[in-house]
């Protein structure tokens, strides 16, 4: 191996890897990333939980005594995507776009995760998007795009790591459905393959836990959907706990992602964000009993990747207020409320205006907690029976990971306009992410990081380098 090749702080983690753990260091430690959560993420989902749910309290992460933010540029760019933040993230480097686990000259570059098993920690990944992607996959993958899926899955396979629970892994099918060899390769490293509801209690050395192997498994489902038997963020966080107090009871690192944060802000999905903040947070809260049952042996620190869609709270239309309650009313995601449209397009019976009108009072709250112009409902009746007649539901608006046709999202511009949320973009952007932290160390991520601080202090805490 040529050792000019390798990065200071690629050698200085393999330095840290052979020092002993000082007694005052960590034993466990939670990393919590709200892929594409903002702090108006955040705030939306505080005020949703204390005005609708009823909530005295602050959000789980709100309590913690460290409050900060953290930038989040990459080697290529000033708005990241999520393949840069995660390796910055995992590994204290910058790098380009599209590139995962390696820097900005494709030398792969080592995550703390790896550092924290090689000496001895367990480890655990969770998220509720694909296993496979960026976040997680920078926990243990090196590759050039992070598209490079069956190499991702491999990488997965060969680290050893005691815990991965995701919603699927894309290569385990080909493009025609039919089933690849990674999951028998998955099988021959040693790690059990369980989904599903009834996998959460499955006990082995390593587990991988999807919600099935499914080639378009991009997400475990929203929580507004409330999708019979999904497998959920506490509830893969839980028995993520579980498995790694079970085979690594002393020592071990655990990375959480609430990835359908990410997903709902490329929708501009207002309603489905904070739903999965809320949701994100509810997961938080079991790493935080934890740690009030080991306050002198745990940090927690959370942050995100990158914000998505410029969330606001407030718009031109609410003036000095937000309207959750027009969120509650909210039953469907932008997703499947598209996915409704597309079907009666393409259904024989002709559907009008009025029909339309009866689900989106039923799903949405039209005309009772959003209430329209008569401009507005004429503007929709007419986008409504137009598309019906020509029975055409073409995509208008392209975003990451879905599209939707342009009444789809006409209703949402509209239904977040008069909730207050509003979004100048589809992508990413640039803006600052919050970082929360508590526990042992937790005073050293004070004041504004940089996202590849993150896991620098981290490694130092939890080996005292």
């Known amino acids: 191996m040529n050792i000019t090749g390798k990065t200071l702080f690629s050698l200085s983690m393999l330095a840290a890897a052979a020092m002993p753990v000082a007694a005052d260091a960590p034993k466990y430690i939670f990393y919590y990333i709200g892929d594409g959560m903002g702090f108006n993420h955040v705030l939306n989902a505080q005020i949703y939980s204390n005005e609708v749910l009823g909530n005295d309290s602050t959000l789980t992460m709100l309590t913690f005594p460290v409050a900060s933010m953290a930038r989040t540029h990459s080697a290529s760019s000033d708005v990241t995507d999520s393949a840069a933040a995660g390796t910055a993230l995992a590994t204290g480097h910058k790098t380009r776009n599209n590139i995962l686990g390696m820097n900005a000259d494709s030398v792969a570059v080592t995550s703390i995760a790896k550092t924290l098993y090689d000496n001895g920690w367990g480890v655990g990944l969770v998220t509720t998007v694909a296993i496979d992607d960026a976040t997680p996959g920078a926990f243990y993958a090196h590759v050039p795009s992070r598209s490079e899926y069956m190499t991702v899955g491999r990488q997965l396979a060969e680290s050893g790591y005691q815990f991965a629970a995701g919603a699927g892994l894309r290569a385990a099918r080909d493009k025609e459905g039919k089933k690849t060899p990674l999951l028998d390769y998955f099988a021959e490293k040693g790690v059990t393959v369980t ?49 790694l107090e079970r085979v690594s009871p002393d020592r071990f690192f655990m990375m959480v992602e609430g990835g359908n944060i990410d997903h709902a802000g490329h929708a501009n999905d207002g309603g489905a964000i904070i739903r999965e903040v809320v949701n994100f947070d509810q997961s938080l809260a079991l790493a935080w009993r934890f740690y009030l049952a080991h306050p002198d042996e745990t940090l927690i620190v959370v942050t995100a990747d990158h914000e998505t869609g410029g969330m606001s709270v407030g718009t031109t239309t609410t003036g000095y207020s937000v309207r959750p309650e027009v969120a509650a ?137």
């Open 195 to 243: 989904s599903g509801p009834a996998g959460l209690d499955v006990e082995a050395d390593r587990l991988l836990l999807l919600s099935n192997d499914t080639v378009r498994t991009w997400n475990v489902g929203y929580t507004v959907d409330s999708i019979p038997g999904a497998l959920t963020l506490p509830a893969m966080t839980a028995a993520g706990i579980r498995q």
């Open 329 to 465: 009313a909210q039953k469907v995601s932008k997703e499947m409320f598209s996915e409704h449209i597309k079907s009666l397009a393409h259904d024989r019976r002709v559907y009008r205006w009025p029909d339309m009108e009866e689900y989106l009072a039923e799903n949405l709250g039209f005309g009772t907690a959003v209430i329209l112009t008569e401009e507005e409902t004429a503007e929709l009746a007419g986008m409504f029976d137009n598309m019906m007649a020509g029975r055409n539901s073409a995509p208008d608006q392209e975003t990451l990971y879905a599209t939707f046709d342009g009444f789809s999202a006409r209703v949402f511009e509209l239904l977040n306009d008069k909730a207050g949320f509003g979004f100048p973009t589809i992508k990413h952007t640039g803006a600052m992410v919050p970082v929360f932290a508590v526990g042992v160390g937790a005073s050293e991520f004070s004041g504004v990081n940089d996202n590849t601080d993150l896991p620098r202090k981290i490694l130092s805490i939890a080996l005292q380098k």
